[in-house]
């Protein structure tokens, strides 16, 4: 099974005043969006190519800005307002893998540098 980060959503996100005043495009924007940034681990950034792959457009984007729940990227795209205070960061994340991933050699008797995995210690 790949892995799998989570895009947190608050249960309040539906009722929030800049919410209330989305279109239902820019709401799905929005979700669509965090769930392939926390997908590709971003850091919130949402480059402009993305919004075709998210069947949206740069129109759209910009309603988010207007929201204030995107801001523009220096160089392209958009980012999450406040991406790395709600959503774990890249570096969290990948951290977060190796852990549970040396933990798991762990367990299985495989030390965590053995890059032959099961198959090898099933072999001898």
Do not use: C, I, N
């Not at 892995?3 to 820019?26: E, G, I, N, R």
């Amino acid at each position: 099974m790949a892995d799998v980060t989570w895009f947190k959503v608050d249960d309040q996100f539906w009722a929030h005043p800049k919410t209330l005043l989305l279109s239902d495009a820019a709401v799905a924007l929005w979700v669509k969006a965090g769930a392939w940034s926390a997908q590709h681990l971003t850091d919130g950034h949402v480059p402009a190519g993305a919004l075709r792959l998210l069947q949206s457009q740069a129109r759209v984007a910009e309603e988010l800005v207007r929201a204030g729940l995107w801001l523009h990227h220096d160089v392209d795209g958009w980012l999450f307002h406040d991406w790395t205070t709600y959503q774990p960061t890249r570096s969290r994340v990948l951290e977060q893998r190796e852990f549970w991933r040396r933990k798991k050699a762990m367990s299985r008797g495989v030390s965590p540098g053995d890059t032959r995995g099961e198959s090898h210690r099933e072999s001898r």
